[in-house]
């Protein structure tokens, strides 16, 4: 169904009246308080509310939009935040009914350029999956055997580690480049310095709406209701400090000095035309890790390296619909044995990573352990990120949506970017 809004938005926008994703944002004369984004503008709930649009609603609505965070408003259920975004999604629509909202717009439309954009959820726990196939395979061939990739466990279940809820950090954040001890194969010990190997992971994660009680598992057929929306997720990685340590307990140091997420959380609802099929499981699934369905979205996913006054460097076209494992999985694995997740517990992939080399989601794997430099349009090369280098993740899910008075258009959902520079370690 072809939807059109009577505010102006560009049509490659990422914010089209197809998404309305939720954010933190502030102004200089306004408090932290819940927006939305559309076009170029954020959406200021609280203003809507003041004006009288949303008496249909009965939740306490200068608590749940004058919030920092929005773990109070996805905490309400999607019986109400489902119902809540088509009733916003209604009121920007072309339609004479619209005509009084549409006349007190300058209360609440902020243009994106004169907002601060804030940390949009309260995480209290982090969990970094490793679903991608092709990634743990590449990873494999290159630390183990060519011929076995993959561990025994990894057709059999969703593998993940617990990380830093802390070090999660908003797009536009300055990362340092991290210390710690890494080891030369032809060094007898291990020296101390900053890294030399630092990478990124491209991923996506999901956020939690609902709990579960402890002793409670979510099921693969209802984890969706435990899911609010996607964020684009950068998983920043020392990779020589990783190969040191990981042994036997997994990622550790190389991992919690910083992750990055993108500042617009974009809800399933949002997502359901992109609905996909996983890829088909190699192995039988135990039942509870059986999935029927779309239970996976298409999401184009892009990430590019600029260097210090010279220009951004596509270095990386992937999918998310790629996984092999699905978040409904993911999160049924994570609860299988009673976890209680909390609003706001954020999980990631893992390192989204396609069969052709340029989908490849990490420099681990782009440049082949530094074998295979990427080249940069200044003439420099790269094979791992160097101090001064901005990298920058793009998401977006785009389909046809049909003509109108001979125009093709378009749904475009996108998650903006997350972008962070590199500076010398401290």
């Not at 909202?101 to 959820?121: G, I």
């Not at 699934?285 to 999935?291: A, D, G, H, I, N």
């Not at 010279?310 to 619909?321: A, D, M, R, T, Y």
Request: proline share 5%; glycine share 6%.
């Amino acid at each position: 169904m072809l939807l059109k809004s009577w505010l102006s938005i560009a049509p490659n926008s990422d914010f089209s009246i197809y998404n309305l994703p939720y954010g933190i944002f502030s102004t200089a004369t306004l408090s932290k308080r819940i927006g939305i984004a559309l076009g170029d503008y954020v959406v200021d709930l609280h203003k809507i509310a003041e004006l009288g649009f949303l008496k249909e609603f009965s939740f306490d609505k200068k608590k749940i939009f004058l919030n920092d965070f929005l773990n109070d408003f996805m905490a309400l259920g999607k019986e109400i935040t489902v119902p809540f975004r088509e009733k916003i999604q209604q009121f920007f629509l072309d339609i004479p009914e619209n005509n009084d909202f549409k006349n007190q717009k300058d209360a609440f439309l902020f243009p994106q350029k004169d907002v601060t954009l804030h940390f949009p959820v309260k995480i209290g726990d982090y969990t970094d999956f490793y679903s991608s196939r092709e990634h743990a395979t590449n990873v494999g061939t290159m630390f183990r055997d060519p011929n076995n990739a993959l561990l025994p466990n990894w057709l059999h279940l969703p593998v993940a580690y617990h990380g830093r809820a802390s070090s999660i950090v908003l797009s536009g954040t300055d990362i340092y480049r991290p210390k710690g001890q890494t080891k030369a194969p032809d060094a007898e010990n291990p020296s101390f310095g900053a890294t030399k190997l630092l990478d990124f992971e491209l991923e996506m994660a999901f956020i939690i709406g609902k709990n579960n009680e402890l002793g409670e598992n979510i099921t693969v057929e209802n984890a969706e209701n435990h899911i609010f929306g996607m964020v684009v997720f950068n998983d920043w990685s020392a990779r020589d400090v990783q190969t040191w340590e990981y042994q036997p307990l997994g990622p550790f140091l190389a991992k919690n000095f910083a992750s990055a997420i993108s500042p617009w959380v974009v809800t399933l609802e949002a997502l359901n035309p992109f609905r996909k099929s996983s890829p088909s499981p190699e192995k039988p699934l135990l039942p509870y890790l059986q999935s029927e369905g779309e239970k996976t979205f298409d999401i184009n996913l892009e990430v590019f390296i600029k260097p210090e006054n010279s220009e951004e460097n596509l270095v990386c076209i992937s999918n998310f619909k790629d996984l092999y494992w699905n978040m409904s999985q993911q999160l049924a694995h994570h609860t299988v044995n009673g976890c209680n997740m909390q609003v706001g517990d954020m999980c990631a992939s893992g390192t989204i990573s396609g069969k052709a080399e340029n989908s490849f989601g990490s420099m681990l794997e782009l440049t082949w352990r530094g074998t295979k430099p990427l080249k940069m349009s200044n003439g420099e090369e790269r094979k791992f990120i160097h101090d001064n280098d901005t990298v920058i993740m793009r998401a977006y899910a785009e389909k046809n949506a049909g003509q109108n008075d001979n125009i093709q258009h378009k749904i475009r959902v996108g998650f903006g970017e997350v972008l962070n520079k590199i500076f010398p370690t401290k």
